[in-house]
């Protein structure tokens, strides 16, 4: 069988190698990393994650659940390094992130059929290949990308993660919306006292008076952000919103979406919060915690000031400050096929965000796809056909529908599924109905 070449291990690229190579075929997997970086990475092992550490829900009635599910069924390398990984983050799948990075680079080093190259590609290949680069893919390779394919762009955001060490515990405190147990056990070196509240819920919450909110966004608003460079017009991703965008929509803006306070009372004043805001763990000891929802592009300087408003964080030891940096993605309507191959290429595909499958889970399976799409083809039997009533088989067509005019990167959802042919009144039982369905025809097409 031919050699493949699979450009970049993130996570589509993670993916797109080990099913090439669990196929029987040689991989050529080409990594920049460690002699080349892009602005948001920071560590040289393979998948890292950028943003969150969180693949979302884990609840198969939810898409980004199902998603999982699915993911599962086709030994997704990745669903099952981020189980092995976890860390609690209640019904959410939340992933210790250096030690998720550095199992997938262990296990993509170590298997027999795959060759790493670390250096950075500046060609665009010629045939029987994946190109996984993302949305962050090289300055010298995007020009070469982008005499093939036309490339549009969004700019995306990180959150800052602290220290627990430097949270002040008598105002902030652990505990999950309305109440819902926890699904971790502490397992840290830290005080018995703080190890029992851990045990009392997987986030970390800083509640708000309305004088403290008042006094926050006021400083948000007018707080002063880092220069984007080369740019004329801003395209925010609403999925990645920064908050300090979010909050200039409107003084209830930010309290009614990544600062809601609903269902937690405020041990100081046993009332509901003005507002709030949640932390979760990055680390199984939790010892370090991002600030959920709070991606910015704030100056550093300014990030240290305004964040340090928020009830329990006056102290905060900033491990990582909240960063932006322009996404990449293709016109993949018009360039892609459904199993991700280029059209009118001799076998190059793509996979993963730079195709505009939006989301950790949706990239990874994207790369899975795409590996399953080119073994197939090489072998010469058909591709594997997904059934559109699965979320994969429904961002497969997204990222391919022609009618589709003003492309935008998507990520899981229950609107790209196609309806029941009963009418369920529920939307929980509605979606358990197509979760159902999904799982039972991704089963009966993977057994085909």
């Known amino acids: 069988m031919p050699k493949v070449s699979v450009i970049g291990a993130?996570?589509?690229?993670?993916?797109?190698?080990?099913?090439?190579?669990?196929?029987?075929?040689?991989?050529?997997?080409?990594?920049?990393?460690?002699?080349?970086?892009?602005?948001a990475h920071k560590n040289q092992n393979f998948a890292e994650l950028v943003c969150s550490n969180s693949f979302k829900s884990n609840?198969?009635?939810?898409?980004?659940?199902?998603?999982?599910?699915?993911?599962?069924?086709?030994?997704?390398?990745?669903?099952?390094?981020?189980?092995?990984?976890a860390v609690a983050a209640g019904?959410?799948?939340?992933?210790?992130?250096?030690?998720?990075?550095?199992?997938?680079?262990?296990?993509?080093?170590?298997?027999?059929?795959?060759?790493?190259?670390?250096?950075?590609?500046?060609?665009?290949?010629?045939?029987?290949?994946?190109?996984?680069?993302?949305?962050?893919?090289?300055d010298l390779f995007a020009v070469e990308i982008s005499k093939k394919c036309k490339s549009l762009y969004f700019y995306?955001?990180?959150?800052?993660?602290?220290?627990?060490?430097?949270?002040?515990?008598?105002?902030?405190?652990?505990?999950?919306?309305y109440g819902k147990p926890s699904a971790s056990v502490c397992n840290s070196d830290l005080t018995s006292a703080v190890c029992d509240d851990k045990n009392k819920g997987d986030y970390l919450n800083c509640p708000f008076t309305e004088e403290e909110y008042n006094l926050f966004y006021n400083e948000l608003i007018k707080a002063e952000t880092a220069p984007l460079h080369q740019v004329d017009k801003i395209n925010v991703y609403e999925g990645c919103m920064?908050?300090?965008?979010?909050?200039?929509?409107?003084?209830?803006?930010?309290?009614?979406?990544?600062?809601?306070?609903?269902?937690?009372?405020d041990p100081r004043t046993d009332k509901r919060p003005y507002a709030l805001v949640q932390l979760r763990a990055e680390n199984a000891e939790k010892t370090l915690f991002n600030i959920v929802g709070f991606q910015t592009n704030l100056k550093f300087k300014e990030q240290e000031r305004v964040?340090?408003?928020?009830?329990?964080?006056?102290n905060a030891d900033f491990m990582r400050y909240g960063v932006m940096h322009r996404n990449t993605f293709l016109d993949s309507p018009r360039l892609l096929d459904r199993?991700?191959?280029?059209?009118?290429?001799?076998?190059?595909?793509?996979?993963?965000q730079i195709t505009g499958t939006e989301g950790y889970a949706e990239s990874a399976a994207g790369g899975i796809i795409a590996g399953l799409s080119l073994a197939r083809k090489l072998i010469g039997k058909e591709p594997l056909e997904l059934p559109e009533t699965t979320i994969i088989g429904a961002l497969s067509r997204y990222i391919?529908?022609?009618?589709?005019?003003?492309?935008?990167?998507?990520?899981?959802?229950?609107g790209l599924l196609p309806p029941l042919p009963e009418r369920i009144k529920g939307k929980k039982e509605r979606y358990a109905a197509l979760a159902e369905r999904a799982i039972k025809d991704l089963k009966t097409a993977v057994s085909d």
């Open 10 to 39: 993130g996570l589509a690229g993670a993916e797109a190698a080990w099913v090439l190579a669990e196929n029987g075929f040689e991989v050529l997997l080409y990594e920049m990393k460690p002699k080349t970086f892009s602005p």
């Open 59 to 85: 609840d198969k009635s939810t898409a980004s659940g199902l998603l999982k599910a699915e993911m599962r069924l086709l030994n997704s390398l990745i669903i099952k390094t981020a189980e092995k990984t």
């Open 91 to 138: 019904n959410a799948l939340a992933v210790d992130r250096e030690k998720f990075s550095l199992e997938i680079t262990r296990r993509i080093l170590e298997h027999p059929r795959i060759k790493v190259i670390n250096d950075e590609v500046i060609e665009f290949p010629e045939k029987n290949a994946i190109i996984c680069t993302g949305p962050l893919t090289s």
């Open 156 to 177: 995306d955001a990180a959150a800052p993660i602290v220290t627990l060490e430097s949270v002040d515990l008598n105002k902030a405190f652990f505990g999950n919306r």
């Open 242 to 265: 920064p908050v300090e965008i979010l909050a200039k929509r409107g003084r209830d803006s930010v309290r009614y979406g990544c600062m809601k306070p609903v269902g937690f009372t």
């Open 307 to 314: 964040f340090r408003l928020i009830p329990g964080l006056e």
């Open 339 to 352: 199993h991700f191959m280029l059209n009118n290429s001799d076998n190059v595909y793509f996979a993963g």
């Open 400 to 414: 391919s529908d022609q009618n589709v005019t003003n492309f935008q990167p998507m990520g899981a959802n229950m």
